[in-house]
């Protein structure tokens, strides 16, 4: 594992600095559209667009002050942020007591051991983890409960659970135990790089859906998301991330296609949760993010886009 970083690098409080202007401007233009209304009206939008804002400003304040606390601060952040997640998953989920000990070992053995082994930098531990042993194990301590009602399908969705809330969002906290050549002490940038470039994509589809968006992706899945929101979007969110390349190991073309394969990914990410609370006959995962829904809903593109980040590059720059 490369050496902990004692305080965030001068690069990084600049970031975070242009994030507080970005937010600051955000907040003046909200203001701005809320005084300009006839007096006595309001508007869903607007309502909706100040919620999300001072929720991005409480969000990156936590971030800002785990990363100046350090690389375990940011590891038990993230370990938070999936304990949660995987409670909103569950909660909505289909389960019965002969599941109980297997969520036991979800919650309370498989979630802080994953981001222990994080913490020791295990990369041949921790990437097989879960996929290998904790799905062994779910099922064969279900099956200890004796109850074989729709025991596949409660089965597959504690592992399903485990995997999208746990396994994946661990690999965002898992770029520190990267070693970069001519990079060390400064992985925390490759956590914001990948933050910034995949929930900007999120900001710009829903500004772009809400300016030109005419023609719906899926409504059965998504009512909201556009074709012109998602081109808009992922277009947009690339060029932020080649405006970022400085931060990172890449060069500027290469920060611009790993970019572009992130978005994607997390557009990806947010259409198949997307999908499974369609099922489950929900709008929202939870009510913990005013503007945002549930913690879930905040990182489920970051799910599937931080294990290809992690992977992209560790082999090519690890």
Avoid at 57 to 72: E, P, S, T, Y
Avoid at 89 to 108: K, N, Q
Avoid at 203 to 218: E, H, I, N, P, S
Wanted: glycine content about 8%.
């Amino acid at each position: 594992m490369p050496a902990l970083e004692s305080s965030p690098s001068h690069t990084l409080l600049l970031v975070f600095a242009g994030i507080a202007g970005c937010l600051l401007a955000a907040s003046l233009i909200a203001l701005i559209l809320r005084v300009t209304l006839p007096n006595g009206r309001t508007s869903p939008v607007i309502l909706n667009l100040n919620a999300r804002i001072n929720a991005w400003w409480v969000m990156a304040l936590i971030l800002a002050l785990a990363f100046w606390a350090g690389n375990a601060a940011t590891i038990a952040l993230f370990a938070f942020v999936s304990f949660q997640s995987l409670r909103e998953y569950i909660s909505v989920t289909y389960t019965r007591r002969g599941d109980y000990r297997a969520l036991l070992w979800c919650f309370f053995f498989f979630l802080p051991l994953q981001y222990g082994l994080i913490g020791i930098g295990w990369y041949g531990l921790f990437s097989i983890l879960i996929p290998v042993y904790a799905f062994l194990l779910l099922p064969i301590s279900s099956t200890l409960g004796a109850d074989t009602t729709r025991f596949l399908e409660r089965v597959a969705k504690m592992q399903w659970g485990l995997m999208i809330c746990v396994y994946c969002l661990s690999y965002v906290p898992a770029l520190l135990t990267l070693d970069i050549h001519e990079f060390g002490g400064r992985n925390l940038q490759l956590i914001v790089f990948l933050l910034l470039a995949v929930q900007s994509s999120d900001v710009f589809q829903y500004v772009w859906g809400k300016l030109l968006g005419r023609r719906k992706l899926a409504p059965a899945i998504s009512p909201s998301k556009t074709l012109e929101g998602l081109i808009g979007g992922v277009l947009t969110s690339t060029a932020v991330g080649a405006a970022l390349w400085q931060i990172t190991p890449f060069l500027w073309w290469q920060a611009a296609l790993i970019a572009l394969t992130i978005n994607i990914l997390g557009f990806f990410g947010g259409f198949v949760l997307s999908a499974i609370k369609r099922d489950r006959g929900i709008k929202d995962w939870g009510q913990m993010i005013e503007g945002h829904g549930g913690m879930l809903d905040r990182v489920d593109s970051v799910s599937f886009s931080a294990p290809i980040f992690f992977h992209i590059v560790r082999y090519w720059w690890g």
